[in-house]
T-cell receptor, first 115, second 113 residues
Framework: NAGVTQTPKFRVLKTGQSMTLLCAQD?????MYWYRQDPGMGLRLIHY???????AKGEVPDGYNVSRLKKQNFLLGLESAAPSQTSVYFCASNFLGRSSTDTQYFGPGTRLTVL | GDSVTQMEGPVTLSEEAFLTINCTYTATGYPSLFWYVQYPGEGLQLLLK?????DKGSNKGFEATYRKETTSFHLEKGSVQVSDSAVYFC????????????FGKGTKLSVIP
């Protein structure tokens, strides 16, 4: 099992450019999440998905869109990148059973710089 | 809303020293509590968790006890190693089928030989 993988690992964009970050998991998890990590801010939830074809907003959704066309993939899009979106982006997934304490498994992160 | 407050770092300790990283939370209901660890250049990994009051989570020599009366979940280790150098995040899940984690800001630990 590869677990949770993210593509790309690094990216530099110019203001106004667009890009898509790909997250893939091979654990058959229903739930997937996108977080951003900024210095001194911890991790903040951008969007999440509770199953194929579903998405929902998290704490900081503005400027991002997501899609979950396949159960194993969760895409994060930036339509018009801004310097404020410079961050490290983490994808996570989990299988939610009866308990809400199921472990979230994280990918290795994508470091995005917007100039 | 829910929130997690953890001690600010960075924390620098000598090898074999005792570690405490404080974490307190604010939440309604009965949240579950977690400690995640992030090693340099990697994603987060679950270190330990506790799902109800007085539960003790433990893993790799780390421990934390869910204290409802003080709304705390402090992380402890009796003897740290250089390999424990990482950023540690306290987090909570509201429970009742919720899927969201609320994280603290993280505490960077450096252990020197």
């Amino acid at each position: 099992n590869a677990g949770v993988t993210q593509t790309p690992k690094f990216r530099v964009l110019k203001t106004g450019q667009s890009m898509t970050l790909l997250c893939a998991q091979d654990m058959n998890h229903e739930y997937m999440y996108w977080y951003r990590q900024d210095p001194g801010m911890g991790l903040r939830l951008i969007h999440y998905s509770v199953g194929e074809g579903t998405t929902a907003k998290g704490e900081v959704p503005d400027g991002y869109n997501v899609s979950r066309l396949k159960k194993q993939n969760f895409l994060l899009g930036l339509e018009s990148a801004a310097p404020s979106q410079t961050s490290v982006y983490f994808c996570a997934s989990n299988f939610l059973g009866r308990s809400s304490t199921d472990t979230q498994y994280f990918g290795p992160g994508t470091r995005l710089t917007v100039l | 809303g829910d929130s997690v407050t953890q001690m600010e770092g960075p924390v620098t300790l000598s090898e074999e020293a005792f570690l405490t990283i404080n974490c307190t939370y604010t939440a309604t209901g009965y949240p579950s509590l977690f400690w995640y660890v992030q090693y340099p250049g990697e994603g987060l990994q679950l270190l330990l968790k506790a799902t109800k009051a007085d539960d003790k989570g433990s893993n790799k020599g780390f421990e934390a006890t869910y204290r409802k009366e003080t709304t705390s979940f402090h992380l402890e280790k009796g003897s740290v190693q250089v390999s424990d150098s990482a950023v540690y995040f306290c987090a909570l899940s509201p429970g009742a089928g919720s899927y969201q984690l609320t994280f603290g800001k993280g505490t960077k630990l450096s252990v020197i030989p």
